[in-house]
């Protein structure tokens, strides 16, 4: 898919004659507050430090992603497009910087994390457009994202799959968090997929191309849901 991504981004970045310019990406890690404000709940997994944001900054406008390889970087927009994404880190100064142009240039509006009680709004709000768009159907969710798991299990019936080994095992909410190798029989058995953004960055995306409703949640994947037309949820971001 990446393949699909560089040359949508490049294109764009031509057609807005961007090409030369400097980018410069912020990547020490943000504090909690900083990333998610200060929230009643301290189980996002950017509290209890699985993860880190990635941020980009173009001209003002700032991109991020969620990762688990962080670092600084400083380069033009060409350098990014041409490197190497063979490691989350490079993947994710790519979708963060891919995140800050298009915000730049007005093409999406999500781009900042949702900070303070805005991720359990936007729990109560995703559990609406699933009825809405679905009615009740059988959930396949990627990625434990604490406040939309307890939205979502009292409503549907729902299996859930996440990375973080120490979530792997254990009941959330009523539901027990099975490690990624239940990801293809949970797609087989959903009506629909709810799938972190953070796919895009630690490349296991592909596997998420079925012929069933797939919606991606989160700000990571906001410029690539907009190049490649990708169905999208996030209701709070900034």
């Known amino acids: 898919m990446y393949d699909i991504i560089k040359k949508e981004f490049t294109k764009l970045i031509s057609e807005s004659g961007l090409g030369s310019e400097e980018v410069f990406i912020q990547a020490v890690p943000l504090s909690p507050e900083a990333a998610i404000g200060n929230p009643e709940d301290k189980d ?10 990635m941020q980009a900054e173009f001209r003002g406008a700032l991109g991020q992603a969620f990762t688990d390889m962080y670092g600084n970087f400083n380069g033009k927009l060409s350098d990014i497009v041409e490197m190497d994404f063979r490691n989350n880190f490079r993947r994710a100064i790519f979708i963060s910087s891919l995140n800050a142009v298009m ?10 994390h949702c900070k303070d009680n805005e991720p359990r709004e936007c729990s109560y709000e995703l559990v ?4 809405r768009n679905y009615g009740r159907p059988r959930i396949a ?45 949970n797609l087989n058995w959903c009506d629909i997929a709810l799938v972190t953004g953070t ?13 069933k409703p797939v ?18 949820f996030c209701y709070c971001g900034h």
């Open 44 to 53: 996002y997994p950017l509290i209890t430090g699985v993860e880190r944001l």
């Open 128 to 131: 609406k457009y699933v009825e």
């Open 141 to 185: 969710f990627v990625g434990f994202q604490p406040r939309m798991v307890e939205a979502l299990s009292p409503k549907f019936e729902l299996r859930v799959t996440d990375m973080d080994q120490d979530n792997i095992g254990t009941e959330k909410f009523g539901t027990i968090i099975h490690s990624p190798e239940k990801t293809e029989e």
């Open 215 to 232: 919606i991606y949640y989160g700000i990571t994947i906001s410029g690539v849901a907009k190049l490649l037309g990708l169905s999208h």
């Open 103 to 112: 915000r730049y240039l007005r093409l999406i509006t999500k781009s900042i």
């Open 199 to 211: 796919t895009i960055v630690n490349d296991t995306i592909n596997q998420f191309r079925t012929s």
